[in-house]
Structure formats: C-alpha cells, structure tokens
Nanobody
Framework: QLQLVESGGGLVQPGGSLRLSCAAS????????IGWFRQVPGKEREGISC????????NYVDSVKGRFTISRDNAKTTVYLQMNSLKPEDTAVYYC???????????????????WGQGTQVTVSS
C-alpha cells in the first residue's frame, strides 16, 4: 500500500525556519514526481513546489520563491521542503503528494497527483 507521511510542522516565529519531510512507504520514489501543497481553512489547496522524478527540475509558486527549497533523497524515499524566512501568511496545513511520471518537468496542479499524505500543520506567529 502506497503511503506518504509528512512531519516537521509546528509553531515558529516570523522569520524562522522549518524543514518538512515526506516519507514514502510501500514504494520507491524513483518513478514519481513530488508536489508540496498547502491549504488554509476556507480556501482552495495551493500548489507551492514540485520536483520531477530525477530531481533535476524544481518549480515554486512566486510567493515562496527564494525562501523554500524542495529536495529529494530517493535512497531514503523521503522528500523535503526547507522553509526559511517564514511569514504569517505561510500558516497552513502542508501536504505532499506523488505523481507517477518519467518527465523532465513537474507540475503543481493537485488534480495531477494520485497519492497524498495526511498533512502537517505549520503555524507562523509571534
């Protein structure tokens, strides 16, 4: 059974950092693109970053460019989202998801992803 488990969320002050992890079980990540998404209550889920199966291509939504970094360790079947210079507007539940692909690009459209984690809460507040 394919499963994803996020961890690393929590409460952090503005300007602080967190690293989210997304651990896969039941499969290897070699043939999957990964996306990170976030959702605030009452709003649609937003794609914020993605990485293709090789790890050579990444993409970010404008609001997190220069602050967030996505990376993957296929040997550890884990994907990371390093979040720096956090702002109160980054407060949300963060989800990782996988999309089976062998492509040179990645997408941040949630409808393209088939398996999702349960989410981890990130709260940025003083």
């Amino acid at each position: 059974q394919l499963q994803l488990v996020e961890s690393g969320g929590g409460l952090v002050q503005p300007g602080g950092s967190l690293r989210l992890s997304c651990a896969a079980s039941g499969f290897t990540l070699d043939y999957y693109g990964i996306g990170w998404f976030r959702q605030v209550p009452g709003k649609e889920r937003e794609g914020i970053s993605c990485i293709n199966n090789s790890g050579r291509t990444t993409n970010y939504v404008d609001s997190v460019k220069g602050r967030f970094t996505i990376s993957r360790d296929n040997a550890k079947t884990t994907v990371y989202l390093q979040m720096n210079s956090l702002k109160p507007e980054d407060t949300a539940v963060y989800y990782c998801a996988v999309r089976r692909q062998l492509l040179s690009w990645c997408v941040m459209t949630d409808g393209e992803y088939s398996t999702w984690g349960q989410g981890t809460q990130v709260t940025v507040s003083s």
